[in-house]
C-alpha cells in the first residue's frame, strides 16, 4: 500500500504564507508527477500545481507568482509554498502522486487524506 501524508495546513490572515508537505511512504518503485489539488465547500476539487519526476512545474492561473511548488525525489516529499495568501485560497489542499510501486507494473494515483487552509480576511 501506498500512503500520501499532509501536513502545514492551518489558519493564516490574508497576505499570510503557509507552507504544506507531503510525505509518500509504502511500497514506492518509482514516483512520477506529484501534484496539490483543493476543494472549497460546495465546490469541485481543482489543480493548484504539478510537479514532473524531472521538475517541471505547472500552475493554476489563479496562484501564479504567489505560490511554488518543489519536491524531493530522494524523500518521495512534496512541498507547495504560499504567500500571499488570498480568502479565495480557503480549502482543503490534498496531495496527489502517480506511484509504480514495481518494475513492469502500473502507474497509479494515490491522495493523501487532505490539509485545511484557512485564510482570513
Known amino acids: 500500500q501506498v500512503q500520501l501524508v499532509e501536513s502545514g495546513g492551518g489558519l493564516v490572515q490574508a497576505g499570510g504564507s503557509l507552507r504544506l508537505s507531503c510525505a509518500a511512504s509504502?511500497?514506492?518503485?518509482?514516483?512520477?508527477?506529484m501534484g496539490w489539488y483543493r476543494q472549497a465547500p460546495g465546490k469541485q476539487r481543482e489543480l493548484v500545481a504539478t510537479?514532473?519526476?524531472?521538475?517541471?512545474?505547472n500552475f493554476a492561473d489563479s496562484v501564479k507568482g504567489r505560490f511554488t511548488i518543489s519536491r524531493d525525489n530522494a524523500k518521495k516529499a512534496l512541498y507547495l509554498q504560499m504567500n500571499s495568501l488570498k480568502s479565495e485560497d480557503t480549502a482543503v489542499y490534498y496531495c496527489?502522486?502517480?506511484?509504480?510501486?514495481?518494475?513492469?507494473?502500473?502507474?497509479?494515483?494515490?491522495w493523501g487524506q487532505g490539509t485545511q487552509v484557512t485564510v482570513s480576511s
Open positions: 510537479v514532473t519526476s524531472g521538475g517541471v512545474t
Open positions: 496527489n502522486a502517480a506511484v509504480l510501486r514495481s518494475v513492469g507494473g502500473i502507474v497509479q494515483a494515490y
Open positions: 509504502g511500497i514506492i518503485f518509482r514516483v512520477n508527477e
